[in-house]
């Protein structure tokens, strides 16, 4: 109630625009402000590389630590930018953002090295875009093979290549 005083009802009494141009900005500022989450968020976490896990149905748990799901689940992109990184309050760092989201986002350009060198250590995927292109073409990508219906295909072949390495 107070976010729609504030931002739609009280422009309506105090500025001088006709009610229909107000309404017209406020629509305007969330559909802006809409796709630029989406076209940060989406790039970090829905491209080919990441995995989407399904909890156990017995007692509703992944298979990783906290941690190494994050890992597999987010993905950098454009980290060499400066500008970009700062626009974007350091979200294109997202497994960092994710790793230590109690670390100022300034730090992460330097924490990023240190995370990418331990999760090659210990044999984690570390997932990075060199641009930001690179990372939204990936992410259509994904929405196309989900689209198609080739996801499922690659996901049913990786379940029976890794029953056939088992066996």
């Known amino acids: 109630i107070w976010y729609i005083g504030l931002t739609l009802v009280l422009p309506l009494i105090l500025v001088p625009?006709?009610?229909?141009?107000?309404?017209l900005g406020f629509l305007v500022m969330h559909f802006i402000s809409g796709l630029i989450l989406a076209l940060i968020f989406q790039p970090a976490h829905v491209i080919e590389e990441t995995h989407f896990f399904k909890a156990d149905e017995t007692d509703n748990s992944v298979e990783n630590s906290w941690a190494i799901h994050q890992l597999r689940t987010t993905s950098n992109f454009a980290n060499k930018s400066r500008i970009f990184s700062w626009l974007v309050g350091g979200l294109n760092y997202q497994v960092e953002h994710h790793l230590f989201p109690h670390i100022c986002h300034v730090h992460y350009r330097?924490?990023?090295?240190?995370?990418?060198?331990?999760?090659?250590?210990?044999?984690?995927?570390?997932?990075?875009?060199?641009?930001?292109f690179d990372a939204v073409k990936s992410h259509f990508?994904?929405?196309?093979?989900?689209?198609?219906?080739?996801?499922?295909?690659?996901v049913k072949a990786k379940e029976l290549q890794e029953l056939v390495n088992y066996n």
């Open 141 to 154: 990508t994904l929405l196309h093979e989900l689209g198609t219906g080739r996801y499922d295909e690659k």
């Open 17 to 23: 625009l006709p009610w229909y141009q107000v309404l």
């Open 110 to 132: 330097d924490l990023s090295p240190i995370v990418k060198s331990t999760a090659k250590e210990f044999d984690i995927p570390y997932y990075e875009h060199e641009t930001f």
